[in-house]
């Protein structure tokens, strides 16, 4: 699902699709744009476990 990276912010709540970590899911913390363009995100699993992926591997979840 390709998605529009403006809709990413820090909080809100994400699922991996695809890549190493496709399953995980948790709360974006940090968006930063690589050296080569990339944008990579930092997700915190609600068992405080942090992780790096890619943004274009990321889907939001409406938690309402």
Known sequence: MEHNLIELKDG????????????????????KASKTGHFTITVKQENNVRFKTLAKNVELINVE
Request: proline share 0%; hydrophobic share 30%.
């Open 12 to 31: 809100d709540y994400c699922k991996v699709i695809s890549g190493a970590h496709k399953g995980k899911q948790g709360i974006i913390q940090d968006l």
